[in-house]
Structures are given as structure tokens and as C-alpha cells.
């Protein structure tokens, strides 16, 4: 079945660094969708970037991906981090079903940012 | 904005009662999902369902049943809850079209602990 990779645990960051969070997946379906959902303290999962296309750069508020489908992977990067951006960060790939319609999403096992000042 | 909820909040139960999670959605979204969310797994899907009526297993139903009566509601029943239940679940909606990126809303989690 698929499966995403991601940086384990916890990365630590001093304020003003740039984020990289590593995700990478698997599955057998030639055209995945790749998310990435954060998660603040005492909130519920929310969508912050979403791909489909290969080797496209996509940004939502300060963060960018690029989904490289040669490499599986699927890279959360920020060029520099905020305090505000300490958070558990999710990647998710979608399963699409044979009829086109999405079915369900695998998640990663979730990688936790602090920032430190 | 979508809006999903979920009720209870909290949750003790003792271990072999029987425990029902509720969730309810207003997005008027086809595809409803539970998930259990702990340390070190992340957010594992349990049941997840197309419209009402219908419910499908996920990755990890066992011990777990899923309802849908409704489009609205989706409701997750341990019929005999057991210690390695005790976790947050989380129930998210969606849409599910071609040319639609299927983002998944979530509702404010529930934490449930089994004594």
C-alpha cells in the first residue's frame, strides 16, 4: 500500500533559519497528490500546501514545496523560520480510486518544529 | 469556512463499555473520515465513508465500527473499548471530484481515555 517518510521527531531551529522538513513516499498510482497539513498546539490538522504537478514549486504563506516525482519526494522548505511556526507538520499522499474520485489520504508519522528565539 | 464538529470533547469510559464518538459536518462534502492520532504514528485513518449509508474500512478498523446515517453525520462506535484505544480522534470531511485537490477539514479532535 503507499507510504510517506518523513523527518523524524522533533527539529529545533533558532529563529530567522530556514525550515526544511523532509518527505518522501511510495506508492503505485503514476500520478499522486501531495499534501502538507501543520498542526498547532490544541488545534485540529489544516491544509498548507498542496501539488500534483511535477517538479512545480508551490507556495502558501511562506512555505514551498516542489513534488519531484523522479526522487518521490515532497520537501517542505521555508527560507526563514518564525516563532509562529512551531508546529507538528504532516505530509499526506492521496489514493485516488479507479474511478478518479479521491478515496483516502496516508499520512506520515508527523515531524514537530520549534522554533527557539 | 468548512465546519465540522465533534461531540463529546472529552471522554473517560472504563474499559469493556461501549463508547460513541459523533461528528458532524455543514460543508454538505460526500466523503467523511476517522482518525486516531498518537505520538510517533500520526494520524491513522480508522473508517471512512462516501455519502450515507455507506462506511469503508481504513488502515486500522479493528475494534472500531463507523455509521452514516446522514450526509451530515459520521459517528465512530467502540462497542467494548479497551487501554490501547485511549487516544484523540479526529474526524475530517471532503470532497471528492475530479480536478479537486480532496482537502480534508477537520473537526477539534476528541480525547478519549479508557480506564
Known amino acids: 500500500g503507499d507510504s510517506v517518510t518523513q523527518t523524524e521527531g522533533l527539529v529545533t531551529l533558532t529563529e530567522g533559519l530556514p525550515v526544511m522538513l523532509n518527505c518522501t513516499y511510495q506508492?503505485?498510482?503514476?500520478?499522486?497528490?501531495l499534501f502538507w497539513y501543520v498542526q498547532h498546539l490544541n488545534e485540529s490538522p489544516r491544509l498548507l500546501l498542496k501539488?500534483?504537478?511535477?517538479?512545480k514549486r508551490t507556495e502558501h504563506q511562506g512555505f514551498h514545496a516542489t513534488l519531484h516525482k523522479s526522487s518521490s519526494s515532497f520537501h517542505l522548505q521555508k527560507s526563514s523560520a518564525q516563532l509562529s511556526d512551531s508546529a507538528l507538520y504532516y505530509c499526506?499522499?492521496?489514493?485516488?480510486?479507479?474511478?478518479?474520485?479521491?478515496?483516502?489520504?496516508?499520512f506520515g508519522a508527523g515531524t514537530r518544529l520549534a522554533v527557539c528565539p | 469556512e468548512a465546519a465540522v464538529t465533534q461531540s463529546p470533547r472529552n471522554k473517560v469510559a472504563v474499559t469493556g463499555g461501549k463508547v460513541t464518538l459523533s461528528c458532524n459536518q455543514t460543508?454538505?462534502?460526500?466523503?467523511m473520515y476517522w482518525y486516531r492520532q498518537d505520538t510517533g504514528h500520526g494520524l491513522r485513518l480508522i473508517h471512512y465513508?462516501?455519502?450515507?449509508?455507506?462506511?469503508e474500512k481504513g488502515d486500522i478498523p479493528d475494534g472500531y465500527k463507523a455509521s452514516r446515517p446522514s450526509q451530515e453525520n459520521f459517528s465512530l462506535i467502540l462497542e467494548l473499548a479497551t487501554p490501547s484505544q485511549t487516544s484523540v480522534y479526529f474526524c475530517?470531511?471532503?470532497?471528492?471530484?475530479?480536478?479537486?485537490?480532496?482537502?480534508?477539514?477537520f473537526g477539534p479532535g476528541t480525547r478519549l481515555t479508557v480506564l
Open positions: 475530517a470531511s471532503g470532497d471528492q471530484g475530479w480536478g479537486n485537490y480532496a482537502e480534508q477539514f
Open positions: 506508492t503505485i498510482y503514476s500520478n499522486p497528490f
Open positions: 501539488s500534483f504537478t511535477d517538479n
Open positions: 499526506a499522499l492521496s489514493d485516488r480510486g479507479l474511478s478518479g474520485s479521491f478515496n483516502k489520504l496516508t
Open positions: 460543508n454538505n462534502h460526500n466523503n
Open positions: 465513508s462516501y455519502g450515507a449509508g455507506s462506511t
